[in-house]
C-alpha cells in the first residue's frame, strides 16, 4: 500500500522530463534546433598522411595557421541529404565533400605568408517539414584563413624570462606572480636544455617537466596541448611526476593566457587554471 502511496506522489509531484530534444520527454520537438542550416564549417592543422587528432586534442577554434596545411570540415547538425560546394581561395574549380585537407605550399612560396585565403562554403538542403523558410534551403558563408609564420609562446625571441600577473580559478581573489624560465645552455638538475621552468605554481616551487616523460603534442595558432604518458619510462615513479595534460590557450597574443595543469594519480584527479596578464 505504502508502495502504490510514493508511486501516485510521485506522478503527480515529481518533475517531469522537459528536454525538447529528448524523445522519451513529453514537450519532446522533432523540429527543435533543425530550423536553421549551420554554417559553421571547422579548420584545423592538417594531418599531413598522419592519423587525425586523439580525442584529448580538443582545441579552441582558430582561423590562422602557422602550418601550410589545413583540414577542412562540414558544420555539425545539418540533415544527411545537405550538400556542400567550397570555394577554396582562387582555386579555378569547386570542391564537393563533407571533408578534406588541402596544401597552401604552392600559394604562400608564390605569393608569401602573412595573408589572407577566402574560404567560401555553400550549403544545399531540400526543403522540409523544419526548415523555417525557403532561404534556409542554399546557404553561403566566406571566411578568410590568416597565414603567418609568426608563432605564440609565452616566451618572446630574445628573452629567457616572462612574468604573468593573474590568478588560480579556484582562488580568483588571490592575485598570484607566475614566473616562466627558458634554460637554453648548461642544465638543469641533470636535465638537457632546453627545460620551461615554471615558478609560483601550487604544484611545486619550480615546476618542469622532466625528459624522461614521453609526451605527445598538438596544437593550434593560440591553444596547445600535450599530454603525458607518465606510466611509461618510469616517469612517475622516478620523478613523482603526475601531470597528466599541460595546456596553453593563448587569449589576447601572448598578453593574455590560460595556462592547465591535469593532474591525475592513485589517490585524485585535479585540475589548476591559471590565467593571467603579461607583465612587462
Known amino acids: 500500500m505504502l508502495f502504490a502511496f510514493v508511486l501516485n506522489s510521485c506522478k503527480e509531484d515529481c518533475p517531469t522530463c522537459q528536454d525538447p530534444s529528448n524523445p522519451d520527454c513529453e514537450n519532446y520537438d522533432p523540429c527543435y534546433g533543425k530550423d536553421t542550416i549551420n554554417t559553421i564549417f571547422k579548420v584545423r592543422p592538417g594531418d599531413r598522411g598522419f592519423g587525425p587528432p586523439e580525442e584529448w ?139 620551461l621552468l615554471e615558478i609560483g605554481t601550487p604544484l611545486a616551487d619550480t615546476f618542469y617537466r622532466p625528459g624522461n616523460c614521453i609526451s605527445d603534442y598538438c596544437g593550434n595558432f593560440r591553444h596547445i596541448k600535450q599530454t603525458v604518458y607518465t606510466h611509461l619510462n618510469n616517469c612517475r615513479e622516478k620523478y613523482a611526476f603526475d601531470v597528466k595534460e599541460n595546456e596553453w590557450i593563448f587569449l589576447n597574443g601572448t598578453q593574455r593566457i590560460k595556462r592547465t595543469w591535469l593532474v591525475e594519480n592513485s589517490a585524485y584527479i585535479r585540475k589548476y587554471e591559471f590565467i593571467g596578464e603579461r607583465v612587462e
Open 57 to 195: 586534442c580538443d582545441l579552441i577554434a582558430c582561423d590562422t595557421f602557422n602550418a601550410s596545411s589545413v583540414r577542412f570540415d562540414i558544420p555539425d547538425g545539418n540533415p544527411e541529404n545537405s550538400t556542400y560546394e567550397w570555394q577554396i581561395g582562387s582555386e579555378a574549380e569547386t570542391r564537393k565533400g563533407k571533408g578534406f585537407e588541402v596544401d597552401f605550399s604552392d600559394y604562400l612560396r608564390d605569393y608569401g605568408w602573412e595573408t589572407w585565403i577566402p574560404i567560401t562554403l555553400t550549403v544545399r538542403t531540400p526543403m522540409n517539414e523544419c526548415l523555417k523558410s525557403q532561404e534556409e534551403t542554399v546557404k553561403t558563408v566566406t571566411r578568410e584563413l590568416f597565414f603567418t609564420e609568426n608563432r605564440l609562446w609565452i616566451i618572446k625571441e630574445g628573452e629567457t624570462t616572462a612574468f604573468y600577473k593573474g590568478y588560480f580559478s579556484d582562488k580568483p581573489e588571490e592575485e598570484v606572480l607566475v614566473t616562466f624560465v627558458l634554460i637554453n645552455s648548461g642544465s638543469f638538475r641533470n636535465e638537457n636544455p632546453p627545460v
